[in-house]
């Protein structure tokens, strides 16, 4: 009992909480914005998939750090406008064009890479974001090892956190981006665009989604190998329900998370000759099954998800 | 201007179309990512279908691959008819396999007729099994069974290594993380000498004319579908919603675990970690490109199959990355997937004066 009062009071594992729930909050925020507008993305999976690659060969050809981040959220947002023009104007099954476009993403961005580079034994490296240095701030006790010795990338993810919240609550836009996700009739007897709302959502949440993967290749790690993501975009799409589409309770769902994912591989060194580590490997998956099930019940979700909308057609 | 309307109705000759156009859209459109890799698209397609008709080995090899999809394609089939988004149909074939191995690599001894049955029967409960659990968190919690099926998966997927390392390790395996291998008498037989084609296709056409028969002649398939269509109504109608969910589950989760046992028990004699490149997954695709149909998932399967089967081949002889095998699956999935909207609207257009305040 000590060891883990030991382990949650020590700046270490809060660091490592946060790093390991930066991907999960790009890729909530991502999923967030979809599920509001009405339109769930299955595809978030591959799109983790892509970000992590095209971030990571971008920075490999030279267009520098900042250059991968805007390339995997453009790839991100491509394969969102895909998934846009399938589910939003086609009315398309979202389940189906979600699924769709992960195995699409997933081949084509494993095609790529291993055509760029054709038998590689072990991944090339880049040069990854560092941790900030910020005179003073980063030298506090507890939160400068917590806060301010993080990349700027995990800075990124909490300023999204932020500025989704206050397109969301208090802007015009956030207003009827709700709406839509609601009832795109009102929306639609008010002269604004059903479609057009929808689609700049899942386009931008498409992008966010791709900056979780990103993260991976760029900050978490410095290269890209295959099977790296690894269902975090699944938990991604179940931290959603956990947060009730909240973007606050979205940053302390992934927190959550990452608090128990540091702390389980902490335990896993305590009490690894005991319990199998398939126990531990494990926990993430079945945690999110957990927190899906506590949270179903109660769950609010947009009232349009999933329905598909017509123009001219009640 | 351009409106989009419900057609009327669909000919039978579309429904028959539009998988086949999507498929050929899909193959057409491998010629970009070729041209990318620098191969030469056309001897390259040559190689595809030399790789699967090239000789009787080769159409063997096909039929080899298109078994487990055969299973996979149904149980997702059979489900999405009811909506019941079972993508778990990967982890259902390991936990198949599973049982397979756990009673048939020496647990029990007995003759062929008990221990190849026996085999059959624990792989599909261990699937439907797996089925069950995410069926029953929908119908008492509601959680989502699209997230709680994908994450099962991976849950699965560590279970296997923890198995394959511990209660199942074989113990004259070398260390290597993979069970003892099916008893003689607990083979699916092979079908021809020199091949690996094995009675498992058979089992998967049974299965799939049965599943085809069940859902189109009998109450059982009537209620599954009146439950997919419109589960309000249905249960308006006095049908057990949450049991004809649950009788769905089963069969589905139990069809995948079959694919387990047949992968294990007629193709590869033991079982490892990467048993399965996919095939639950790519049952999905499957499933869609036969329009949910169970006789239609055989002819899809054997397609995807060749797909696979060709590419591997080609890519083997050209040095272009295998990849592209999926890569062409899930383009004909998006293309099968667009296809179902125009089987279902058409678009016109209207007279140009007549729209322009847009009323419809």
């Known amino acids: 009992m000590l060891d883990i009062l030991n382990i949650l009071?020590?700046?270490?594992?809060?660091?490592?909480?946060?790093?390991?729930?930066?991907?999960?909050?790009?890729?909530?925020?991502?999923?967030?914005?979809?599920?509001?507008?009405?339109v769930l993305n299955l595809g978030i999976e591959g799109i983790f998939v892509t970000g992590a690659m095209v971030g990571w060969m971008a920075v490999w050809l030279g267009l520098g750090l900042w250059g991968g981040v805007l390339a995997a959220a453009v790839a991100g947002a491509a394969f969102g406008l895909l998934h846009a023009i399938l589910t939003v104007p086609l009315g398309l099954s979202q389940?189906?064009?979600?699924?769709?476009?992960?195995?699409?993403?997933?081949?084509?961005?494993?095609?790529?890479?291993?055509?760029?580079?054709?038998?590689?034994?072990?991944?090339?490296?880049?040069?990854?974001?560092?941790?900030?240095?910020?005179?003073?701030?980063?030298?506090?006790?507890?939160?400068?090892?917590?806060?301010?010795?993080?990349?700027a990338f995990t800075w990124l993810a909490l300023l999204m956190v932020l500025l989704v919240w206050y397109v969301l609550n208090r802007t015009p836009l956030g207003v009827a981006l709700q709406a839509v996700g609601d009832n795109p009739d009102s929306v639609d007897a008010q002269g604004l665009s059903v479609y057009g709302l929808r689609i700049g959502a899942v386009v931008a949440g498409s992008a966010l989604m791709a900056l979780g993967g990103a993260f991976l290749t760029m900050s978490a790690f410095d290269s890209f190998f295959f099977g790296m993501v690894n269902g975090r975009g699944w938990i991604c799409i179940a931290l959603v329900i956990f947060a009730s589409w909240r973007p606050g309770k979205a940053l302390?769902?992934?927190?959550?998370?990452?608090?128990?994912?540091?702390?389980?591989?902490?335990?896993?060194?305590?009490?690894?000759?005991?319990?199998?580590?398939?126990?531990?490997?494990?926990?993430?998956?079945?945690?999110?099954?957990?927190?899906?099930?506590?949270?179903?019940?109660?769950?609010?979700?947009?009232?349009?998800?999933?329905?598909?909308?017509?123009?001219?057609?009640? | 201007m351009i409106r989009i309307e419900p057609r009327p109705a669909t000919s039978t000759a579309f429904k028959l179309g539009l998988p086949i156009l999507s498929a050929v859209i899909a193959i057409l459109g491998?010629?970009?990512?070729?041209?990318?890799?620098?191969?030469?698209?056309?001897?390259?397609?040559?190689?595809?279908?030399?790789?699967?008709?090239?000789?009787?080995?080769?159409?063997?090899?096909?039929?080899?691959?298109?078994?487990?999809?055969?299973?996979?394609?149904?149980?997702?089939?059979?489900?999405?008819?009811?909506?019941?988004?079972?993508?778990?149909?990967?982890?259902?074939?390991?936990?198949?396999?599973?049982?397979?191995?756990?009673?048939?690599?020496g647990a029990i001894e007995a003759p062929g007729y008990i221990l190849l049955p026996l085999i059959i029967m624990l792989g599909c409960a261990a699937g439907a099994a797996g089925m069950?659990?995410?069926?029953?968190?929908?119908?008492?919690?509601?959680?989502?069974?699209?997230?709680?099926?994908l994450l099962l998966n991976f849950i699965i997927l560590i279970f296997l290594q923890y198995m394959l390392e511990g209660p199942l390790k074989d113990p004259y395996g070398l260390g290597w993380p993979q069970s003892a291998p099916i008893l003689d008498e607990g083979v699916l037989p092979t079908l021809m000498a020199r091949m690996r084609v094995h009675s498992g296709l058979i089992i998967a056409l049974v299965a799939a004319a049965v599943a085809q028969v069940m859902l189109s002649h009998s109450v059982w398939?009537?209620?599954?579908?009146?439950?997919?269509?419109?589960?309000?109504?249905?249960?308006?109608?006095?049908?057990?919603?949450?049991?004809?969910?649950?009788?769905?589950?089963?069969?589905?989760?139990?069809?995948?675990?079959?694919?387990?046992?047949?992968?294990?028990?007629g193709l590869k004699g033991y079982l490892t970690a990467d048993l399965s490149p996919g095939f639950g997954y790519t049952g999905i695709v499957v499933a869609m490109l036969a329009g949910l149909s169970p006789m239609g998932v055989v002819v899809a399967a054997l397609f995807i199959a060749s797909v696979f089967v060709g590419a591997d081949s080609m890519s083997r002889s050209m040095g272009v990355s295998s990849y592209l095998a999926d890569l062409i699956v899930s383009m004909s999935l998006l293309c099968v997937l667009v296809g179902g909207f125009f089987a279902r609207f058409r678009i016109t257009r209207t007279g140009s004066s007549a729209s322009k305040t847009g009323e419809a």
């Open chain 2, 221 to 265: 398939g009537f209620k599954l579908r009146a439950v997919g269509e419109n589960a309000p109504a249905a249960r308006h109608a006095g049908i057990g919603v949450n049991r004809s969910l649950l009788s769905v589950a089963i069969v589905s989760g139990g069809l995948a675990g079959l694919a387990g046992v047949s992968e294990v028990a």
């Open chain 1, 9 to 38: 009071l020590s700046d270490s594992f809060w660091a490592a909480s946060l790093r390991i729930a930066t991907p999960l909050i790009f890729g909530v925020l991502g999923a967030l914005l979809c599920e509001k507008s009405g």
């Open chain 1, 95 to 151: 389940h189906v064009s979600g699924l769709g476009v992960t195995m699409f993403a997933t081949s084509l961005s494993y095609f790529t890479y291993r055509t760029a580079l054709p038998a590689v034994s072990s991944p090339p490296k880049i040069e990854p974001f560092r941790a900030l240095d910020i005179p003073v701030l980063s030298d506090l006790p507890f939160l400068g090892p917590v806060l301010f010795q993080q990349t």
């Open chain 2, 132 to 149: 069950v659990v995410p069926t029953m968190l929908k119908t008492r919690f509601g959680a989502d069974e699209v997230v709680t099926t």
């Open chain 1, 252 to 314: 302390f769902g992934a927190l959550l998370f990452g608090a128990f994912d540091a702390l389980q591989v902490r335990l896993q060194t305590e009490v690894g000759a005991v319990v199998p580590s398939q126990v531990f490997l494990a926990g993430p998956y079945v945690l999110s099954i957990v927190a899906l099930v506590i949270a179903a019940r109660r769950a609010d979700y947009p009232r349009a998800l999933l329905t598909p909308w017509f123009k001219g057609q009640r």
């Open chain 2, 30 to 105: 491998a010629a970009i990512p070729l041209a990318f890799a620098g191969a030469d698209i056309l001897t390259a397609y040559g190689e595809m279908v030399k790789g699967v008709f090239g000789s009787l080995f080769a159409f063997s090899e096909m039929l080899t691959r298109a078994t487990p999809l055969i299973f996979t394609g149904l149980a997702a089939a059979l489900a999405f008819r009811a909506r019941l988004w079972n993508i778990g149909a990967e982890g259902q074939l390991y936990l198949g396999a599973m049982a397979a191995v756990a009673i048939g690599a």
